[in-house]
């Protein structure tokens, strides 16, 4: 039996029921896993590459993590941030570096790393959505060639199909809710960065029908997207 492993953020945290309507992408990823390989998801809200290592988090993956294993990689967004100096990393050097830790220590172990950039923001101007992400999935993106690692550009796919369903269609993928729609937010919210559940699984489904494509290992971990 193998196992998938999960780092990330809040895109791709896994949460309860007193969090509904937000989901994440783990969650979905976790339902395409086939029933003999186990998703074990250490993503968690607010980490960057800098953060997840800073507080252990990788530790329990480097000694359980085995060969034939996945270690799939989703963080960036909050290493952009300049300001928090817990999370901020150069987008060109220690981003890259942490990455290289996770990966090298899936490869040493004989596990498969997979990197994928982070998806874009629901943010659109004159009905053009715009890459908000500072470099940081391009700087990934070049880098996984360099190292030929395994990757998603989910920044880009996302891009692409934000575009094509245009600024108000996309509003059913985010956190985007009236007041006292639900209980969670009596006031209303206007989230278009975190994702409901139809947009965790269009988000997780996009970077998983573009693995197949690309990873020929895909079968032995995945069951098929309809």
């Known amino acids: 039996m193998a196992n998938i ?6 895109l791709t945290h896994d949460y309860n029921y007193e969090c509904y309507p937000q989901c994440g992408m783990g969650e979905i ?5 086939k029933d003999d390989v186990k998703v074990l998801n250490y993503a968690h809200y607010g980490l960057s590459t800098r953060s997840f290592l800073a507080q252990g988090r990788f530790e329990p993956i480097k000694k359980a993590i ?5 270690l799939i990689i ?3 967004t909050n290493d952009e941030v300049v300001d928090n100096p817990i999370k901020y990393t150069n987008k060109d050097k220690e981003y890259l570096e942490n990455i290289d830790i996770f990966c090298s220590s899936a490869i040493n172990n004989g596990a498969i790393p997979i990197v994928v950039s982070s998806p874009c923001k629901r943010e659109f101007i004159n ?4 890459n908000v992400h500072n470099g940081y999935p391009e700087a990934l993106i070049n880098h996984a060639i360099k190292k030929n690692y395994h990757y998603v550009d989910l920044n880009k796919l996302t891009m692409n199909l934000y575009q094509s369903l245009g600024e108000e269609k996309t ?10 729609e639900y209980k969670r937010y009596p006031d209303g919210v206007n989230d278009n960065t975190h994702f409901n559940y139809l947009g965790a699984k269009t988000i997780a489904e996009l970077m998983l029908k573009n693995l197949k494509e690309t990873f020929k290992e895909y079968d032995d971990y995945f069951n098929q997207i309809d």
């Open 5 to 10: 492993y999960l780092i990330g953020d809040s």
């Open 29 to 33: 990823i976790r339902r395409y896993a």
């Open 66 to 70: 085995a060969k034939n294993d996945l």
């Open 74 to 76: 989703i963080l960036g």
């Open 127 to 130: 009905g053009i959505i715009q």
């Open 171 to 180: 509003k059913e993928f985010h956190l985007i809710y009236n007041p006292n």
